[in-house]
C-alpha cells in the first residue's frame, strides 16, 4: 500500500520497519518530526532528551546494548553531538545505529549553513542521503543493514526541502529484530589511549571495505542517456537536476556520500566530456572528483550558499533566464514577529526601555533582536547567552548593565553549565529564563520542565528555583515573576541587576499558543479616548495597527494579554 509522506515521516516509517527499538533526539527543524512520528509507533520507545549529545549518547548505549536505535537533530544540533560521535566510530555498535541529521539550506530556521557531510568525513562515518520521501524509508532501512555489516553508525543525511515534502512512499511490515546477547567487550568500548589507538586501525579498515562497497552500491545509480554532458550529483539537488536538464543529461546519483566512489565516476566521465557537479552548500562531491584528476564545472558557476532551485541552474548553467510574470504592486515585507499574546514580548520591551545590554540566545525569543523591539544585541547558539555575557563583563567590569536571556528548554539544553561557570568564577550577571512551559520554536515539545514525556507519561516536574539555587545562585536572588505585569517586571529586573551577586529572574508564562491557556476576550478600542499617540505600537504586536489616526485590535488574532492596555496612558484600550 501506498500513502503519501512527509520525508520526516518517511524516516520513521523506516525507523518501524527496520525493527528499531529505541529512538533518543533533540527537537530542531527540520528534523523534529521524525522523533515525534516515531513516537506514534508503539513498539519503538521514543523520547526527548536534554539536548543532543545526550541523545546520541543514549542511542549508542541502546545499540551497544543488543538493540536498533536513531537519534535525530538538526545540522547545529550535530555540533553538540560531536564527543559521542567521534568516539562512536572506533567503538562500534552492536545492533544498527543510525543518527539523522537535518541541514538547512537557506536557513528557514537556522544560524547557519553549515554543512554534515564534513562531519562524517571527519569522522570516518558513513553517510547515506536521500532525494524523496520514498527514498527516505528505503535509504533508512538499509542503513540499519550497512550499520551492522560494518560495526558503525551510519549518518542519514535530510535537507529541508526532503524532509518536509512529500511523495508516494510504499509502506512494508515491521521486520524484527532479536536484541543482540550482552558481551563484555572493553577492548572495543572503553576508549582509554591503548585500546582507541587499536580501534583506530579498525575504523581504518571498515573506511577501506566501505570504498569498495561505494563502488557496487545500488544507492549510487548511474542513468545514462548519452550526450556530452554528465551530472554528478545527490539528495535533492538531483530533483532539480532532471527538472532542467531531463533527458539532455547523463546522471550519476550519488545516495552514499561518504565514502564517495571513485571508479564509478571516472568511468561515468570517461563518457562525458562535458562533467556538472552539483551540490548544494560546500563542494565536497566537487572537490572529490578534482581529486581524481577531473575537470568539473561546479562551484565556478553555482553559489555557495542558500538553496538551489530549477530556475537557478537554468540561469547558470544553460543561460536561460526565468520568465516571471510582473507583479503590479511590490509585495509587502512579512518579517517574523512574536505571536499575539507572547509571553516574551513585555520582557523584551522592558530591556529596552531600561536600556540594558542584552545577551541572547537561540528560541522564540531571538524574535526580541528584530523592530520594533529591539532589545538583543548578541545570539551565537544554544546555551550561549549566559557564558558569552560572563566574557563580556570580566572583559568590560560592570560601567554597564548587562543582562542574558535564554528560553527554559534552552536552559536545560545547555545553559546550565553557563550558569555554573558565572557561580565559580565570580561573576556578576543577571539571566532571565523565559519559562514558558514548553519547547517552543521547535512546534510544542515537552522538555525536563513541563512534567510529560514525548510519549504522554507523567515525569518529574522539575523546579527551575531549585535547580538555580543548587547551581549555587543566592536564594533571595532567585526571583520568578509575571512578564505580562509590567511594572512587577520592571521592579525585579531594576533590583537584580544592580545586585552585587549573580541573580536570576524567572519570567514565567504559559505560551499563548498552548490548548491549556485560557484565552481572555479581546481588547476593545474607545475610540473617543484614543488620541493616534502610537504608544501601543511599541510592543510590536501583529493585533494592533492606527487607521486615521486610531488604535485598531485585529479581534481575529488578539488573546487579550492587556499588554497594550498597560502602555495607553489615557485608558483608551
Known amino acids: 500500500m501506498k500513502q503519501l509522506l512527509l520525508g520526516n515521516e518517511s524516516v520513521a516509517r523506516g525507523l518501524w520497519e527496520a525493527g528499531v527499538r529505541f529512538v533518543s533526539s533533540y527537537p530542531g527543524t527540520p528534523s523534529t518530526e521524525i522523533t515525534e512520528f516515531a513516537a506514534t509507533y508503539p513498539e519503538m520507545y521514543a523520547e526527548w532528551a536534554p539536548n543532543e549529545k545526550v541523545a546520541l549518547e543514549a542511542a549508542l548505549g541502546a545499540a551497544v546494548g543488543g538493540g536498533r536505535s536513531f537519534c535525530g537533530m538538526k545540522h547545529v544540533g550535530l555540533n553538540v553531538a560531536a564527543d559521542p560521535l567521534f568516539v562512536a566510530g572506533p567503538t562500534g555498535v552492536g545492533r544498527g545505529m543510525v543518527i539523522g541529521v537535518a541541514d538547512d539550506p537557506g536557513m528557514h530556521s537556522s544560524q547557519n549553513e553549515q554543512d554534515s557531510r564534513h562531519y562524517a568525513i571527519a569522522a570516518k562515518l558513513p553517510m547515506v542521503e536521500p532525494a524523496n520521501a520514498a527514498e527516505c524509508r528505503d535509504y533508512t532501512k538499509i542503513a540499519y543493514d550497512l550499520s551492522e555489516q560494518f560495526d558503525t553508525p551510519v549518518l542519514l543525511r535530510l535537507t529541508t526541502r526532503v524532509s518536509h515534502s512529500r511523495s508516494p512512499v510504499e509502506l512494508g511490515e515491521r521486520h524484527e529484530v532479536e536484541i543482540l546477547p550482552y558481551e563484555k567487550n572493553p577492548g572495543k568500548h572503553v576508549m582509554m589511549p591503548a585500546n582507541a589507538k587499536k580501534r583506530h586501525v579498525v575504523v581504518e579498515e571498515h573506511l577501506r571495505q566501505l570504498e569498495e562497497f561505494a563502488e557496487v552500491t545500488p544507492l549510487n545509480t548511474v542513468e545514462e542517456n548519452g550526450g556530452e554532458i554528465g551530472i554528478i550529483t ?165 560601567e554597564d548593565k548587562y543582562v542574558a536571556v535564554i528560553g527554559d528548554s534552552t536552559f536545560m539544553h545547555s545553559g546550565l553549565t553557563g550558569l555554573v561557570n558565572v557561580v565559580y568564577n565570580g561573576g556578576n550577571t543577571t539571566t532571565l529564563i523565559l519559562d514558558n512551559s514548553i519547547t517552543g520554536m521547535t512546534g510544542h515539545q515537552d522538555n525536563p520542565l513541563t512534567g510529560k514525556t514525548l510519549m504522554g507519561t507523567p515525569a518529574p516536574n522539575l523546579s527551575l528555583e531549585a535547580i538555580c539555587a543548587a547551581l549555587g545562585i543566592p536564594a533571595d536572588h532567585i526571583r520568578a515573576v509575571d512578564p505580562n505585569d509590567l511594572a512587577a517586571l520592571e521592579q525585579v529586573i531594576r533590583e537584580e541587576v544592580a545586585a552585587p551577586c549573580p541573580s536570576v529572574v524567572i519570567c514565567r508564562r504559559p505560551c499563548a499558543l498552548l490548548k491549556s491557556v485560557k484565552k481572555n476576550p479581546p481588547i476593545q478600542v474607545d475610540a473617543d479616548k484614543c488620541v493616534g499617540c502610537k504608544s501601543c505600537m511599541r510592543i510590536g504586536c501583529p493585533c494592533i495597527s492606527v487607521t486615521d489616526k486610531k488604535a485598531k485590535i485585529d479581534e481575529s488574532m488578539c488573546v487579550g494579554c492587556g499588554l497594550c492596555s498597560q502602555m495607553c496612558r489615557f485608558g483608551a484600550l
Open 234 to 398: 545527490a539528495g535533492n539537488c538531483w530533483n532539480y537536476a532532471k527538472e532542467t536538464f531531463g533527458k539532455n543529461a547523463s546522471y550519476i546519483k550519488l545516495g552514499l556520500l561518504n565514502p564517495l566512489p571513485k571508479k564509478l565516476i571516472l568511468d561515468f566521465a570517461a563518457k562525458h566530456p562535458r562533467l556538472i557537479v552539483i551540490e548544494e552548500l560546500d563542494p565536497v562531491i566537487e572537490n572529490h572528483c578534482k581529486t581524481l584528476g577531473l575537470t568539473v564545472t561546479g562551484k565556478d558557476v553555482l553559489p555557495l550558499c542558500d538553496e538551489y532551485s530549477e530556475e537557478l541552474l537554468r540561469s547558470r548553467l544553460l543561460g536561460i533566464e526565468p520568465d516571471f510574470c510582473e507583479v503590479g504592486a511590490a509585495i509587502p515585507g512579512r518579517p517574523p514577529v512574536l505571536c499575539p499574546g507572547c509571553p516574551h514580548r513585555g520582557v523584551f520591551y522592558t530591556l529596552q526601555k531600561l536600556k540594558l545590554r542584552v545577551s541572547g540566545d537561540i528560541g522564540c525569543y531571538t524574535l526580541g533582536a528584530v523592530p520594533p523591539l529591539s532589545a538583543i544585541d548578541s545570539v551565537y547558539c544554544m546555551g550561549a547567552s549566559i557564558s558569552s555575557l560572563h566574557g563580556t563583563c570580566k572583559v568590560r567590569g560592570e
